[in-house]
């Protein structure tokens, strides 16, 4: 296969299905540890296990190049992986860099110092394990200072998604946006910190106003994994067909991903 991508659920294929828009030539295999759904309740250690467990699974499946379309993932296991488990001839990305990138208007490759940038008040909408890990807030501070970033930790919100309930989901983001704005009033934008919240992103923007500016992910990250494929052709791998991969029951795991994008897609059991 070309390209890996992981997820603990359905979230990923936002991202899936914007690569799919972006890259239609692009074989992919699509991993859903939904057997252990969801990450965003569990501990950083268990997070660390279950995903390079599955990203192994992606390696033997042939693909050199893993994106962790599982913000969970990225924020809790994805700098320990990057320093003591991915092999040499691997590669495994994450979904906060093409964010921050996008919000502070510079290229990672960009190594001067921390500067000001024109967003000050950032609020954070993201799962439990992600808040926790503070993982957005340090890389962040690599790339800019003087940003308010105030967190929401959207339990619940990630659930009722996979079991396709919307109007749970749309009650859920009210609440949390209440709650996140008597903290902070008047952000100036928002982050949707998890690949399954782009789904709920009209509902986000609504019960935020319109004047504030949302970043979803998933055509960042698409956007990121074209340039990054342009500069490292060599990652491609060989792979001509594109798969769905499941830890859980494949026809359970099929008839939520198809009424989650709204399209077929058929998963096998991995």
Same mark, same amino acid.
């Given at each position: ?56 699974? =992606?390696? /033997?499946?042939?693909?050199? *190049? ?9 924020? &809790?296991?994805? @700098? #320990? $992986? ?78 009722? =998604?996979? /079991?396709?309930?919307?109007? *749970? ?9 209440? &709650?996140?704005? @008597? #903290? $902070? ?86």
């Amino acid at each position: 296969m070309a390209v890996g991508i992981f997820d603990s659920g359905l979230g990923g294929l936002t991202v899936y299905d914007q690569i799919a828009a972006d890259m239609p030539d692009l074989p992919v295999c699509y991993f859903a540890d939904s057997a252990n759904t969801p990450y965003g309740v569990r501990t950083a250690d268990d997070i660390y296990t279950l995903t390079c467990t599955a990203t192994q699974s =992606l390696f /033997d499946a042939g693909c050199d *190049l893993v994106i962790l379309a599982c913000n969970t993932a990225s924020a &809790a296991a994805l @700098r #320990r $992986m990057q320093e003591s488990w991915v092999p040499t001839d691997k590669r495994v990305l994450g979904v906060f860099v093409p964010m921050i990138e996008a919000l502070t208007e510079r290229n990672w490759g960009d190594n001067s110092p921390p500067r000001e940038v024109d967003v000050r008040d950032v609020a954070l909408f993201a799962t439990p394990a992600t808040v926790a890990s503070r993982a957005f807030q340090r890389e962040l501070a690599f790339r800019a200072i003087g940003v308010d970033v105030e967190t929401q930790p959207c339990g619940g919100l990630v659930d009722a =998604l996979e /079991d396709g309930d919307e109007m *749970l989901a749309e009650a859920l983001v009210r609440s949390h946006v209440d &709650a996140l704005k @008597r #903290r $902070m009033p008047n952000p100036q934008a928002a982050i949707l910190g998890c690949t399954h919240y782009p789904l709920m992103q009209k509902a986000f923007q609504d019960a935020l106003g319109e004047d504030v500016k949302v970043f979803s992910q998933a055509n960042l990250v698409s956007a990121s994994l074209a340039d990054y494929l342009k500069r490292h052709p060599n990652m491609l791998g060989q792979g001509t067909k594109t798969k769905f991969l499941t830890t859980g029951d494949p026809a359970q795991v099929t008839d939520r991903a198809t009424q989650f994008l709204r399209r077929k897609i058929q998963f096998e059991a991995a």
